[in-house]
Structures are given as C-alpha cells and as structure tokens.
C-alpha cells in the first residue's frame, strides 16, 4: 500500500523534514496547528497504533519524546501535546501510524473536542469489569 506518507519518504512528495533516521522520519505538519507542529512517521508501513508492532510503537514515540523536548526548547513553548488518531472515526485522515507533536503555547488558541456519553461512570465499569478478563 502507497500512502501519503510512504511518498514523502521515498522523496517523491515534497515534505519539510526536520529529522530522519533508518526507522522514522518526521516532518511538520502542513496544517501546523501550532508553530512547529511535527509528524513522527515510522518508515515500515502500518496502518495506526492499533495495527503497528510493539517496537515501532516504542521507537516512535521515544522519537516523539526527543523532538518534543528540542522544539519545546528552541521555540519556547510552555508545553506539548503528543498524540495519536487511529480509524477515521477519531480523525485520522492518512492510513499511516503516525503521531502528532504539537508544541503548546501560552496565548495559543487549539482546543480539543470532547463531547459526554449517556453512560455513567460507574456503568461503564461494571461493564469493563465484566468484559476485560
Ligand atoms: P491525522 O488526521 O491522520 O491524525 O493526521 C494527518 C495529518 O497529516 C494532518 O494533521 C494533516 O494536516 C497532515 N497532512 C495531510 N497532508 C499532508 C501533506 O501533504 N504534507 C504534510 N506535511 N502533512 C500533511
């Protein structure tokens, strides 16, 4: 499977790559919620958290991690969301695991849906107690 993100690390769609190694590759994300917000992309493909290897999950997030530390210096964001989008039901829109670095500022204005669910706390529970084994 061709995606997306395969094309920008066989260099065959243009990407502004700020780190590569022979596992990941990260870029910034042209919607750039915030300034410097980065992709961290594992170079196998796979298509979210839910499908990927243990390893890669491990590695791109260690990734994650590095680059969220250095952007949080150099551009001095006060902190960072490090997150992931798995189906489309949850918003993710490339079939391709990927996380999201999103260096956070003071006066930045991104803000992150919830809506509630009908079902009470302790309900749900129950239920999970009964069902996660
Ligand atoms: P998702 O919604 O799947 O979690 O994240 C996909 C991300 O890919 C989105 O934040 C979107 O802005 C970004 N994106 C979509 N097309 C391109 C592209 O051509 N280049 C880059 N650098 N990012 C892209």
Not at 77 to 100: C, D, E, F, K, R
Request: cysteine-free; glycine content about 4%; charged content about 20%.
């Amino acid at each position: 499977m061709s995606t997306l993100f395969n094309r920008i690390i066989n260099r065959e769609t243009p990407a502004y790559i700020i780190y590569e190694d022979d596992k990941v590759i990260a870029f910034l994300d042209i919607g750039q919620n915030t300034k410097g917000h980065t992709l961290v992309v594992p170079k196998v493909i796979t298509e979210s958290v839910l499908t990927a290897d243990e390893d890669t999950i491990a590695y791109v997030n260690i990734i994650a991690q590095r680059l969220a530390l250095k952007l949080s210096d150099v551009l001095k964001a006060s902190g960072v969301n490090i997150l992931t989008n798995a189906n489309p039901v949850s918003g993710q829109t490339v079939p391709h695991y990927h996380v999201h670095v999103i260096p956070r500022y003071t006066e930045d204005e991104l803000k992150f849906l919830v809506s509630s669910n009908s079902d009470t706390i302790e309900e749900t529970f129950t239920f999970l107690k009964d069902h996660l084994g």
